[in-house]
């Protein structure tokens, strides 16, 4: 998939086929997660890919979904991912203000390597990182930062124009025929450019 068009048609899947991910393609996913930028190149970030049925099901009972949309939002059985990427962080070697933007930059990553590759993927901050970690048997000095869920996408999310008269304009919704529509400010709300009066 030509870069442009991955990062403009790339959105959060909440509904996924049970179909099984290869390792192989899982592990090109966080080679792309490990060339991303990091803060005076420290790299402190490592990846547990999760990919049993048993513990991908566990996981999932630590994680809210959507809640925008009640109960709409969580996948319904027979929906859920197939895995998930935990993301962590060396609280020994990690910078003291600037690996969130390397977790930024990695997790960026690892949803458009999986786009290109027609994963579909869900960001998730809603977790109980602390009982996700117990689950992993992750050591204490590694800290989970982000909780990735993938599979092979089971609905359609396109973006909308958001509309900043209009109430509560950022929240996303599905059309009756459950396509997820995903409000985006327009180009012309953020962008300005910087005038110098004095040349």
């Known amino acids: 998939m030509e870069p442009i068009n991955c990062i403009k048609t790339r959105r959060t899947i909440r509904r996924f086929k049970q179909k099984t991910i290869p390792r192989t393609i899982l592990e090109n996913i966080i080679d792309c997660a490990r060339l991303a930028p990091s803060a005076n190149n420290m790299q402190p970030l490592s990846y547990i890919i999760i990919d049993d049925k048993k513990t991908v099901a566990h996981i999932f009972t630590l994680t809210r979904w959507a809640g925008r949309l009640g109960s709409e939002g ?3 059985e027979g929906k859920r991912p197939v895995v998930f990427i935990a993301v962590m962080s060396d609280m020994h070697t990690r910078s003291d203000v600037w690996y969130t933007m390397d977790i930024g930059a990695a997790c960026e990553n690892i949803l458009l390597a999986a786009h290109s590759m027609g994963i579909g993927t869900a960001w998730l901050g809603a977790v109980q990182f602390d009982k996700a970690a117990d689950v992993l048997n992750i050591d204490a000095r590694y800290e989970i930062n982000s ?13 909308v124009t958001l ?3 209009q109430e509560n304009a950022e929240a996303y ?22 005038r110098d009066n004095t040349l």
């Not at 909780?147 to 396109?158: F, H, K, N, Q, R």
């Not at 919704?173 to 953020?190: A, C, F, H, L």
């Open 173 to 194: 919704y599905k059309k009756e025929d459950g396509t997820m529509q995903v409000p985006k400010r327009s180009i012309q709300d953020i962008l300005s450019y910087h």
């Open 147 to 159: 909780l990735i869920a993938l599979g092979y996408p089971d609905e359609i999310s396109e973006t």
């Open 74 to 76: 969580p996948p319904p």
């Open 163 to 165: 509309d900043p008269t």
